[in-house]
């Protein structure tokens, strides 16, 4: 089955940094890569996805790369606020009747004023 | 749109003792429900895969006969907890996907259960 690894496992940033959360994946049939925000006690809330047939994503201050023949793809926020800690989660997945996510294992992103 | 909601959103109980969680889908029908725990400080772990009007999908080292689910119509997956002892105190998080919606993998998650088993 699919595998997806995650680092680093806590980041501290200042704010107005920038911030790069890192997965690989060991499946080449996963075809697409959300990315998570999970603040405590609460669902994870998608913040960006990204297909297998697109190499990169951007939604304001969040962009997601994908890198297909590595099998690996990142999360890049800019000029991080605050509000942006949290536990960050990617995940991977594949079009299929079942379309299962298997998510990393989570960075704890800290920025600081 | 797509919004998923669970019940209870906590739950205390005593050991030996069952509980069942509700998943809906309140704005779609969903086909597919999948059922995710989530201990503290680590990732979410799907337990099972859950089918309207068939049997679920368990991920392996997942009990069948422990966490019972059941997915009954296209709004609603229950998730039961037999005979719950402590180990199984944790956050438990369904989602869904919207068969209808544009992004054919994407799953909206319900806002998960915690439980807590004395």
């Known amino acids: 089955g699919e595998n997806v690894e995650q680092h680093p496992s806590t980041l501290s940033v200042q704010e107005g940094d920038s911030a790069v959360i890192k997965c690989t994946y060991s499946d080449s049939a996963s075809n697409y890569f959300p990315w998570y925000k999970q603040e405590l006690g609460k669902r994870p809330q998608l913040i960006i996805d990204?297909?297998?047939?697109?190499g990169e994503k951007k939604d304001q201050r969040i962009a997601v790369t994908l890198n297909k023949t590595a099998k690996h793809f990142s999360l890049h926020i800019t000029e991080t606020q605050p509000e942006d800690s949290a536990v960050y989660f990617c995940?991977?997945?594949?079009?299929?009747?079942?379309?299962?996510?298997?998510f990393g294992t989570g960075t704890r992103l800290q920025v600081t004023l | 749109g797509a919004v998923v909601s669970q019940h209870p959103s906590w739950v205390i109980c005593k050991s030996g003792t069952s509980v069942k969680i509700e998943c809906r889908s309140l704005?779609?029908?969903?086909?597919?429900m999948f059922w995710y725990r989530q201990f503290p400080k680590q990732s979410l772990m799907l337990m099972a895969t859950?089918?309207?009007?068939?049997?679920?999908?368990?991920e392996q080292g997942v009990e069948k006969d422990k966490f019972l689910i059941n997915h009954a119509s296209l709004t609603l997956s229950t998730l039961t907890v037999t005979s719950a002892h402590p180990e199984d105190s944790s956050f438990y998080i369904c989602?869904?996907?919207?068969?209808?919606?544009?992004?054919?993998?994407?799953?909206?998650f319900g806002p998960g259960t915690r439980l807590t088993v004395l």
């Open positions: 995940a991977a997945s594949y079009t299929g009747t079942a379309s299962k996510l298997t």
């Open positions: 989602s869904a996907r919207d068969p209808a919606g544009g992004v054919v993998n994407e799953q909206f």
């Open positions: 859950s089918n309207e009007g068939s049997k679920a999908t368990y």
């Open positions: 990204i297909r297998s047939n697109v």
């Open positions: 704005d779609f029908q969903a086909t597919t």
